[in-house]
T-cell receptor
């Protein structure tokens, strides 16, 4: 079983749609949680950190449920430029543990 | 300012050859990480340096893989007797200090072993 599990998608949504990604992790000792974005043939870039209290950055909302070991990302009012792979990431030391990523394709 | 840079951007080699991949972290970043990303997968941790020393090398797949950071800045990942299964994108990341901080990734080196 992978340490971080994500649905690989692809999720194909029209512009303006709301889309949600989920992720589960197996190591209950994990302390830090992130969503990274990766464009095709590019390096991963931090989208946002995830906190138990939930956090929002513009159209993006991330949520962590430690009891269920579950992380979510909600994207509202999808833009064409949101098309990318979204990587769920956990850490309990200095190294990052990545999920396989969920591919999002936003169409006009 | 300059981000993490990696050279070469692409490397094609033959099975059994030796390769070196270089990473220049962001100036002043003391922590440096190597990851490997295969097609359709997320990056997988290989090794982490704090300063000149390897703080965690638990992700290196076998003893054909070795990495150094002799002066606490540039790092080189070395792969001996390459195998076709080593083909992947090798990503380097740096962060200002150890701990669970944002890691800034370089563009990667795409290694193809024929």
């Amino acid at each position: 079983r992978k340490e971080v599990e994500q649905d690989p998608g692809p999720f194909n949504v029209p512009e303006g749609a709301t889309v949600a990604f989920n992720c589960t992790y197996s190591n209950s000792a994990s302390q830090s949680f992130f969503w990274y974005r990766q464009d095709c043939r590019k390096e991963p870039k931090l989208l946002m950190s995830v906190y138990s209290s939930g956090n929002e950055d513009g159209r993006f909302t991330a949520q962590l449920n430690r009891a269920s070991q579950y992380i979510s990302l909600l994207i509202r009012d999808s833009k064409l430029s949101d098309s990318a792979t979204y990587l769920c990431v956990v850490s309990n030391t200095d190294k990052l543990i990545f999920g396989t990523g969920t591919r999002l394709q936003v169409f006009p | 300012g300059a981000g993490v840079s990696q050279t070469p951007s692409n490397k094609v080699t033959e099975k059994g050859k030796y390769v070196e991949l270089r990473c220049d972290p962001i100036s002043g970043h003391t922590a440096l990480y190597w990851y490997r990303q295969s097609l359709g997968q997320g990056p997988e941790f290989l090794i982490y340096f704090q300063g000149t020393g390897a703080a965690d090398d638990s992700g290196l797949p076998n003893d054909r893989f070795f990495a150094v950071r002799p002066e606490g800045s540039v790092s080189t990942l070395k792969i001996q007797r390459t195998e076709r299964g080593d083909s992947a994108v090798y990503l380097c990341a740096s962060s200002p200090r150890q701990g669970q901080n944002e890691q800034f990734f370089g563009p990667g080196t795409r290694l193809t072993v024929l």
